[in-house]
């Protein structure tokens, strides 16, 4: 990307091994998040670019002389963060705190992006998943679903699991992009009873629907809360906010139930947001979320994912070449796309 709405496809050199903890992975599958739009409608113009894609899921193709779980030739998952798994944080299930990772793109740790052929991966043991019997699968649908637990199923379910989701909650969605779909689909899978999403785009929410919504909201501003407030009987006991900007988090704190939890996983595109009397304190209303862990939860969510009990792949609606990567973008934001993979 080298600037706001200019996204073009250019070579670079492939990827080698830096340091023996390192992997080189072939990309399989690739794909434009949500979060990718934030740099695409704000990103000042630079010269060299920044590479980009944090999601991707391949085949390993080269280790370094220390990489002791992974061969040429493993089906892998890269989830959004790099992480060592083995400090004080990976350990604790916090891997986006990681003392030794970062992030795709990132310069401390020399990643590029994997809207890409090839991704050199660092801390390959512990940042990769591998999933034995995959192979080089061509059942789109699998590999559909394998790519969002590098990113929006493994936030959806951080987005549940930090609200405190559990047998009989009624939890709100805020946003109806792909990460809110997969947070209905979470809450549902940890039990809620009731899950209203709120949300416009009438696909997606009927998408929401089959993933586990009851209820859908399609108003916002305060015509959004009083509907919400009126069929949770006043409060949403939990509100899953998934969305990043002001409006959204002005929802959550419109339509939470007091002595509830906004957890929040959309990357938020602000600094100052109301936290006073009027708005959490008065209420005792706990606000939490953050980049999820995505690492933390790619076993625990593997196994339905392969035996079809769930199929979180539906929320991509579009699949382009990697050269036509600027298309992808476009249709994001136009939001005539759900979510946009790339195969390289
Ligand atoms: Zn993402
Ligand atoms: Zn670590």
Redesign the pocket.
């Known amino acids: 990307m080298y600037g706001a709405g200019d996204v073009r496809v250019t070579d670079a050199p492939d990827p080698t091994i830096q340091l023996a903890t390192d992997a080189v992975v072939r990309v399989t599958r690739a794909c434009v998040c949500g979060s990718d739009l934030h740099p695409y409608h704000s990103m000042p113009a630079s010269v060299d670019g920044t590479p980009m894609g944090h999601e991707f899921i391949g085949v390993v193709e080269q280790v370094g002389g220390e990489v002791t779980t992974l061969s040429p030739g493993d089906f892998v998952i890269a989830p959004f963060a790099v992480?060592?798994?083995?400090?004080e944080?990976?350990r604790a299930g916090l891997?986006t705190s990681?003392?030794?990772?970062g992030f795709w793109s990132d310069a401390r740790i020399g990643t590029a992006g994997g809207q890409a052929e090839a991704v050199r991966v660092p801390l390959a043991d512990?940042t990769l998943v591998k999933v034995p019997g995959v192979g080089d699968s061509t059942d789109e649908a699998l590999l559909a679903s394998l790519l969002t637990l590098s990113d929006v199923y493994g936030t959806g379910w951080h987005a549940a699991v930090k609200g405190g989701v559990r047998e009989g909650s009624t939890v709100t969605v805020v946003g109806d992009g792909a990460v809110g779909l997969l947070a209905v689909l979470s809450a549902t899978q940890l039990g809620a009873e009731r899950v209203v999403l709120m949300g416009r785009h009438q696909e997606r929410t009927d998408l929401g629907r089959e993933l586990g919504a009851t209820d859908v909201v399609a108003e916002r501003g305060d015509e959004g809360i009083a509907a919400v407030r009126d069929l949770t009987d006043g409060g949403s006991e939990i509100v899953l906010e998934a969305v990043g900007h002001m409006p959204a988090y002005e929802q959550a704190v419109g339509i939470v139930r007091p002595g509830g939890v906004i957890s929040r996983v959309g990357v938020p595109q602000y600094d100052d947001a109301p936290v006073g009397f009027g708005s959490l304190f008065g209420p005792n209303i706990t606000l939490t979320g953050g980049p999820a862990p995505v690492r933390a939860y790619i076993e625990e969510l593997l196994p339905a994912v392969l035996d079809g009990t769930v199929d979180p792949g539906r929320v991509f609606d579009l699949t382009v070449g990697l050269e036509e990567a600027p298309k992808a973008y476009a249709a994001m934001d136009e939001r005539a796309a759900l979510k946009v993979m790339i195969r390289p």
């Open positions: 992480s060592c798994g083995t400090c944080f990976c891997h990681c003392v030794r990772g512990g």
